[in-house]
């Protein structure tokens, strides 16, 4: 528009030989200073027909994404390679031209790639450009790099939600502590007169006459509660007791033959063939030994009691190294292993019935329990789930899809 | 063969009658009880105990220090003495080798009579 008022002007007023000169320079002068604003200011811009076909680009937002202006222009803008890595923007761009072309300011998030593909957030503006009459004739296209200020977002956000974690967790961690002083207080005071109860039962056991039925049988009933009692009482102070632990290197195979020997006796009786196939030269897990042998013998506590009529109770120690990211292993913050990290694994397999799929989900839940008739605390996994997160370890309890039966898998932190 | 001699420290006075009831009915004992911490050592002094059960949380005086006092006199020194305890759970008492914590051998409270017995004949054999 501009330059044809010059032309126009200068045709009117200067001589022939110095109209041609002012008006070659002052064309010039206007191009350059035009073609600066556009080309250096740090924003992308561009233009465009009103069906959406790119008729300019500056270049800045060329030399961004390392884009020829020849292989671009004339092009429909949502065909270039700034949109092309994902058809959703792609839509999003055409829809937006549309409400551009008849007068709509539009604006939205939008990601571009880099020269080296790095994905940028950019800050996206359709405006419209009219003429006297207010006819839409061009679009200016519009893009601000925010990958910057996204990051700084994120990392604000990041580092809020940590603090809420770190506090909930806190105040967690106080109330258990307050929990396990209450729990221990209390189950020390019940253990004194429980011994009293099973004391004197077991007297009174020893001199009733043998032909009197019901008073034994009452007695028994009352050393059944007793023992009930206790098992509560025991998992409770465990489970109040497994909220801290001392963390040294240890070799997990030496953890898993002790909880082997304390349940040797169950393993007998129930005629379990125990495989072990534990690997040599393992690296050393960072565990607090005594809580860590007791989660695995509950663990395999479990897996013996899965089958009462026998089976393989099959037991594995070997280390892997994590090559790809998975549930907690990747590089967040949240993630219990980083890529490239070496863990050191523990295996223990049964051929038992398995676990209903409806019951998994519950399984760490305290006081869960499908065994309650069978006297079953529910407490056990509970404290297997502490022991575990205390150790920023990582528990998983499946059926085993090779065969009929459940698969524990934990993975351990090395000693570095 | 003559009864083992077990002594039985606990500042419970209904445990200690009734430990000393359910062992002697075995026929196997003879069960001399105390209910305070500081007349422990004079009690195995004068009845040469063949094992000591233990309590430790006692008002009077903590079991760990009888423990100690008993392991400091010559004439007491080689008397097996078990800590009889509502500190320790079962847990701890199966999850440490032989039922020993720190080498001292523990019974986690409740205990049956027979638990008593079985660890009387590990640890005084003849």
Redesign the interface.
């Known amino acids: 528009m501009l330059e044809k008022v010059i032309y126009w002007l200068a045709d009117i007023l200067l001589p022939q030989n110095v109209k041609r000169r002012l008006s070659i320079e002052a064309l010039q002068e206007s191009e350059r200073k035009t073609r600066a604003i556009f080309d250096l200011t740090y924003q992308f811009i561009g233009m465009l027909t009103t069906d959406g076909i790119l008729i300019e680009a500056n270049r800045a937002a060329l030399e961004f994404s390392g884009i020829k202006a020849s292989s671009v222009l004339g092009k429909s803008f949502w065909e270039t390679p700034w949109w092309t890595h994902s058809s959703e923007l792609q839509k999003k761009l055409q829809e937006g031209i549309k409400k551009a072309a008849l007068g709509e300011f539009v604006a939205f998030e939008a990601t571009h790639h880099d020269q080296n593909q790095v994905l940028h957030y950019i800050d996206f503006s359709l405006k419209p450009v009219k003429d006297e009459a207010g006819k839409v004739i061009y679009l200016i296209p519009e893009g601000r790099d925010i990958t910057e200020r996204k990051k700084q977002e994120q990392d604000l956000h990041d580092a809020y939600r940590q603090l809420q974690e770190a506090q909930h967790q806190l105040i967690q961690s106080e109330k258990l502590k307050m929990l396990g002083a209450v729990t221990s207080g209390v ?2 005071e019940l ?2 007169p ?7 039962v ?2 009174l056991a ?1 001199t009733i006459p043998n032909d009197n039925k019901v008073a034994s049988q009452t007695l028994r009933q009352i050393e059944n509660a ?1 023992g009930r009692t ?1 098992k509560i ?2 998992s409770m ?2 489970l109040a007791r497994s909220l801290s632990l001392e963390m040294k290197g240890e070799d997990i195979v030496v953890a898993l033959e ?1 909880a082997l020997v ?1 349940l040797q006796n169950e393993i007998q009786k129930s005629q379990i063939r125990v495989i072990k196939e534990f690997n040599s030269g393992l690296p050393q897990a960072r565990i607090d030994k ?1 809580r860590m ?2 989660a695995l ?1 509950n663990l395999i506590s479990n897996a013996v009691n899965a089958m009462p009529q026998g089976g393989d109770l099959t037991l594995r120690a070997y280390a892997r190294k994590f090559s790809e990211a998975g549930a907690d292993v990747g590089n967040r913050k949240d993630d219990i292993f980083k890529i490239g990290e070496t863990a050191v694994v523990v295996e223990i397999e049964d051929n038992g019935t398995g676990i209903p799929e409806e019951t998994l989900g519950k399984l760490f839940n305290p006081f869960f329990t499908t065994r309650r008739n069978a006297g079953a605390t529910g407490l056990g996994l509970a404290i297997v789930r502490n022991i575990v997160d205390l150790h920023e370890a990582r528990i998983e309890i499946a059926n085993r899809k090779d065969s009929r039966g459940v698969i524990v898998t934990l993975e351990l932190k090395i000693k570095e | 063969m003559p009864k083992k001699k077990i002594l039985v420290i606990d500042d419970e006075e209904d445990f200690v009658q009734l430990i000393k009831l359910n062992l002697e009915k075995t026929g196997d004992y003879e069960v001399m009880t105390e209910t305070k911490g500081v007349e422990a050592v004079n009690r195995a002094l004068e009845f040469k105990p063949d094992l000591i059960f233990l309590d430790i949380m006692m008002p009077d005086l903590d079991g760990t220090i009888v423990m100690d006092d008993i392991k400091a006199n010559k004439e007491l020194e080689d008397i097996p003495v078990v800590f009889l305890t509502a500190i320790a759970t079962k847990t701890d008492q199966f999850s440490s080798k032989g039922g020993t914590i720190g080498g001292q051998q523990i019974l986690a409270k409740p205990v049956t009579t027979k638990e008593l017995v079985e660890c009387i004949k590990v640890n005084v054999p003849f």
């Open positions: 189950a020390h253990k004194n429980l011994t009293i109860i099973m004391m004197g077991e007297y020893s007793v206790d009482i025991t102070l465990d002790e304390l005594n042998v007791q013998l």
